[in-house]
C-alpha cells in the first residue's frame, strides 16, 4: 500500500473533487426534481406530458452516454463549458429524473383532503404545492432522497470519462504510472467508503429529526 500513502495528497484532492460534484450535482438535482415532480403531478396536461418524458428519457439513458452527448456534442452546436461543469450538469440532469419520482411519491403520500381545503380556501397550484404538498413530501422521503445522494457519490466516477480529476480519475492516472492496480483500487475503495458511509449515518439522522409524526 505505500503506493497509496505515497501519493495521499493526489487521493485527497481527488476526494474533494468528488465531494464537489456530488454536492453541486445534488443540489441541482434537487431543483430539477421539484420542477419535474410539479409537473408530473399538475392538473395542466402539457406539462404532466413534458415531465413524463423527461424521467422516461432521462433514466432509461446510461449516464455514460449522457456524458459523452454533452461533453462531446455540445461543442458542435458552439456550447461549451469546464470539464467540472459539463460533469456537475449531467450529474444533475441525470439524478434529477430520480430526485422528481422520489418526490413524486412524496407528494402522493399526502392527504388529498389536504389537497381539497387548500383549493377551498382559495391556494393555487403552486401555492398549493409550495406551502402544502411539497414540506410534508420531501420530510416523507428523507431516506429515499438519501439513498439517490450515496448513489450520486458513485455515479460521479464516470467524470473521468472526459478527464475531470476526480477520485476515480485519479486512481486511473496513477495505475497508468505506476503499474499497480490492486494497491490503487483498494485506497480508492477505502476513500469512496469514506464518503458514503458517513453519509448514510447523516441521512438517518436528518430522518429521524424532520419525520412526521402521525
Given at each position: 500500500?505505500?503506493?497509496?500513502?505515497?501519493?495521499?495528497?493526489?487521493?485527497?484532492?481527488?476526494?474533494?473533487?468528488?465531494?464537489?460534484?456530488?454536492?453541486?450535482?445534488?443540489?441541482?438535482?434537487?431543483?430539477?426534481?421539484i420542477v419535474v415532480a410539479?409537473?408530473?403531478?399538475?392538473?395542466?396536461?402539457?406539462?404532466?406530458?413534458?415531465?413524463?418524458?423527461?424521467?422516461?428519457?432521462?433514466?432509461?439513458?446510461?449516464?455514460?452516454?449522457?456524458?459523452?452527448?454533452?461533453?462531446?456534442?455540445?461543442?458542435?452546436?458552439?456550447?461549451?463549458?469546464?470539464?467540472?461543469?459539463?460533469?456537475?450538469?449531467?450529474?444533475?440532469?441525470?439524478?434529477?429524473?430520480?430526485?422528481?419520482?422520489?418526490?413524486?411519491?412524496?407528494?402522493?403520500?399526502?392527504?388529498?383532503?389536504?389537497?381539497?381545503?387548500?383549493?377551498?380556501?382559495?391556494?393555487?397550484?403552486?401555492?398549493?404545492?409550495?406551502?402544502?404538498?411539497?414540506?410534508?413530501?420531501?420530510?416523507?422521503?428523507?431516506?429515499?432522497?438519501?439513498?439517490?445522494?450515496i448513489a450520486l457519490i458513485k455515479?460521479?466516477?464516470?467524470?473521468?470519462?472526459?478527464?475531470?480529476?476526480?477520485?476515480?480519475?485519479?486512481?486511473?492516472?496513477?495505475?497508468?504510472?505506476?503499474?499497480?492496480?490492486?494497491?490503487?483500487?483498494?485506497?480508492?475503495?477505502?476513500?469512496?467508503?469514506?464518503?458514503?458511509?458517513?453519509?448514510?449515518?447523516?441521512?438517518?439522522?436528518?430522518?429521524?429529526?424532520?419525520?412526521?409524526?402521525?
Amino acid at each position: 500500500m505505500d503506493v497509496v500513502f505515497d501519493n495521499l495528497d493526489l487521493f485527497l484532492e481527488g476526494m474533494r473533487t468528488t465531494v464537489l460534484l456530488t454536492l453541486l450535482g445534488f443540489a441541482g438535482a434537487f431543483v430539477i426534481g421539484i420542477v419535474v415532480a410539479a409537473f408530473r403531478t399538475s392538473p395542466v396536461p402539457p406539462l404532466r406530458a413534458v415531465g413524463t418524458f423527461y424521467v422516461a428519457t432521462v433514466r432509461n439513458t446510461p449516464l455514460a452516454v449522457l456524458f459523452v452527448l454533452f461533453f462531446f456534442g455540445l461543442p458542435d452546436v458552439g456550447i461549451l463549458y469546464s470539464r467540472f461543469t459539463s460533469a456537475v450538469i449531467v450529474l444533475a440532469a441525470y439524478t434529477g429524473a430520480f430526485v422528481a419520482e422520489t418526490i413524486r411519491s412524496g407528494i402522493n403520500a399526502v392527504a388529498t383532503g389536504q389537497g381539497e381545503a387548500a383549493r377551498a380556501i382559495g391556494l393555487t397550484f403552486p401555492q398549493l404545492m409550495r406551502i402544502v404538498v411539497l414540506p410534508q413530501a420531501i420530510r416523507t422521503v428523507v431516506a429515499p432522497l438519501g439513498s439517490i445522494f450515496i448513489a450520486l457519490i458513485k455515479n460521479s466516477a464516470l467524470a473521468a470519462l472526459i478527464s475531470v480529476a476526480d477520485l476515480a480519475e485519479t486512481a486511473e492516472r496513477l495505475i497508468n504510472e505506476t503499474a499497480q492496480p490492486l494497491p490503487i483500487f483498494l485506497g480508492a475503495a477505502v476513500a469512496y467508503l469514506l464518503l458514503t458511509i458517513p453519509s448514510g449515518f447523516a441521512v438517518g439522522w436528518i430522518e429521524r429529526k424532520v419525520a412526521i409524526k402521525r
